[in-house]
């Protein structure tokens, strides 16, 4: 696991996720972020490091278009535009950031 600095998407799999999403479809990159903050905000298990980087990017791109909202790192994060994320986005990504700060999440233990 690369680790670069503090923001959602500097380390390898954010950076990862974000190349993913920019090769998606646009109509299927909402579900994708859907999918990430699912996986983490729905994990019985222990969170592992990479749902946990994932969910964060993902996170950090749901309220990047909150009004006020602050933009994601261009430099790692997608560089093609994404699709209005719906409303119903918002608790599920403070659900997933929940379980990221949880004492079941490996980055927690970081």
């Given amino acids: 696991m690369g680790t670069w600095d503090i923001g959602p998407f500097d380390n390898d799999t954010a950076a990862d996720f974000g190349g993913d999403l920019d090769e998606a479809a646009l109509e299927e990159r909402e579900a994708m972020v859907r999918g990430a903050l699912r996986r983490s905000a729905d994990s019985a298990d222990f969170l592992d490091a990479d749902d946990g980087e994932r969910a964060v990017a993902a996170a950090a791109l749901v309220a990047a278009q909150h009004p ?7 430099n790692y994060g997608p560089s093609e535009p994404l699709p209005e994320m719906p409303a119903d986005l918002q608790p599920l990504a403070v659900d997933a950031l929940d379980q990221v700060a949880s004492e079941r999440s490996v980055l927690a233990e970081l």
């Fill in 68 to 74: 006020d909202g602050e933009p994601t790192c261009a």
